[in-house]
């Protein structure tokens, strides 16, 4: 049985390599041998006790090949017995060399009976000489002192970072401590920062309501005082007003007692006409003969027309063609736009005022009239403001209205119907208005009346004497051809037809469908049929036809049937027909085709400017007529006599 024993060696000491390399055979390991005590005897810190001379030299011995485990050395039980007899005689010092030879980490021991030992591993130890215990004696020595040092001096890095690894964790407790500390300070200076900073804003805020409230204090008494104020001066302003009335009432009331004392003295100076007047009555009692039979054949052509108006009146005069009743209407609105005139001339005169801003107003209220309900509404009340503004007499603004709505109305595309619902809307706060409007009428066109002026050269001195008498204009002193004075009496006629067949729920038209029944019996009756006649009746059905076939019907359609059978047949019998042919054509077109039964255009008012809806039929839109603002009024005395 053998023993195995396996040594291992510190791999170096000092710098110098102690383990041989694994592949070493037994020469290369006494030559690395002999290169160590060469080494060692040459740069070794402890004094050498020998020095050899020669290396050794092992005869006879083998050379064998080391395996990948390292340096090993077997021996069998009888070498083992035999070498540690021979080491007997060796000192006790020796043996302790020889048996610290190698310093080995680990100790394997084969006891295993299977394992066979070549024969001449079992001599590869020998005797070793006693100097060579030496060496490996100081070379362990050197090695323990080493490995001692080193140990100490780890085991001092060891304490020193043991040391220092508690003194770090010392400061960092410290060092957290006093984080926290600071931490801890700090929240309670940010608290306290806090607290002062929340009482200085809450001391700023306070203080900023404070003044808020004061200012809001004083703007209230500021509009309290400023109220104040304005009521005082809306107050003085309306004593003011009310003395200014006053004294307008006064003035008026004074204009017509001197007007009556002029009417008073012009009757008198009448009568006195009237006495020179009847000593003339035998040289025209010839005249009125013949205006007697004359006025006997209009008798006989009412009755055979189903007695259109009733009665027939006598004619006013030689050569004029027109009933009594309507010369008579005419003079009495002639006669009051005659003293509103004078009124107005001797209100300016006296008061050394100029009102011709509220004319101006006027001109452009109606300017902006348009064919829409709101519009209509509109322009009505802001002229219904002016004549009751204080500062304008209402003679003035009356005057100017009528004057302003003849005017605007010359225009072919003037919407007439639009124009005449303001009419009906101002006259119904102001009746007095509508004469003044149609007295405008009368002398801005004759056939407004009905009547018609026969040309004759012992009346008239020339033909445009005869033509200003019947409305022709005179521009730069050049008379208007006949074209432009047929669009103007068009023009006229239509106004006139919308007027009269204009109605508002609870707004009275005083000049309504029966004075346009009685204007189209006295003008087929009275008035001869030419162009300018044609033109002005065919404007009056245009606009009022509509109207007039829904109240009257049946009646309607009989006056229509004179028209056609008398009127147009007079016409058609002239010689001019060249220049009568177009308004033949129309006048003929209306009554065949009916068309009195086609509700003409704009005649209902827009419900918007934008909306292509109609405003309904007068029986079912809204009333004007309402007192919000303007109260009623007391009329001029002028009017009422």
Known sequence: MGIVLELR???????????????????????????LEKKLNASSKFPSPFTKTSFRDVPGARRMERN?????????EDELESVKDESDDEDHNQSSIVARRFVCDELYLSDSDDELVPEHELYLMHKMVPFEGALYEL??????????????????????IMNEIETSRSAIARVEKYRETRKEVERKLDLQYQRKVAEALDGHLTAIQREHELKSQIEERKIRSDAAQEEAKRRGRAIQEEKLRQEKARAEAEMQAKIRAEEAKKEAERKVAEEAAEQKAAEQKAAEEKAAREKAAEISLAGSSGNLNGKTEGTSGKFVRASESALTLEEQRLKRLKELEDMNQTLTTRSNENFSSFERHISRLMRQISGTKDNVTAKATEIVKIFNDPRCPNSISIAAFAKKVVSFCENPSSPYFA??????????????AMDVLLAELHKACIYTVPKHIVYSEMAFASKEAYRKAIGFQETEGKIENVDNYLKRTESYMKLYGALVQTEIPNVRNIHGLEEGWAWLARFLNRVPANRVTATALNAFLQMAGFALHRRYKTQFLKIL??????????????????????????????????????????????????????????DHHESYYQDQYYGSRHYNNWYHQ
Not at 68 to 76: D, E, H
Not at 419 to 432: A, E, G, N, R
Not at 562 to 574: G, I, Q
């Open 9 to 35: 060696s510190p791999s170096s000491v000092d710098g110098i390599s102690i383990d041989p390399e694994p592949n070493w055979n037994f020469d290369t390991l006494v030559s690395e041998i002999n290169s």
């Open 419 to 432: 124009c005449s619902y303001v009419i009906l809307m101002v006259t119904s706060k102001f009746p007095q």
């Open 139 to 160: 070379t362990n020595d050197h090695q323990t002192k080493v490995k001692e040092e080193i140990r100490i001096q780890v085991s001092a890095v060891e304490s020193g």
């Open 68 to 76: 990948a485990r390292g340096f090993v050395m077997r021996v069998s």
């Open 561 to 618: 049937n004179v028209a056609h059978e008398h009127f147009l047949a007079k016409l058609r019998t002239k010689q001019d027909s060249s220049e009568l042919g177009p308004i033949v054509m129309e006048i003929t077109s209306y009554l065949d085709d009916k068309k009195y039964l086609q509700e003409p255009e704009g005649r209902s008012l827009l419900s918007n400017l934008l909306s292509r809806d109609r405003a309904p039929e007068p």
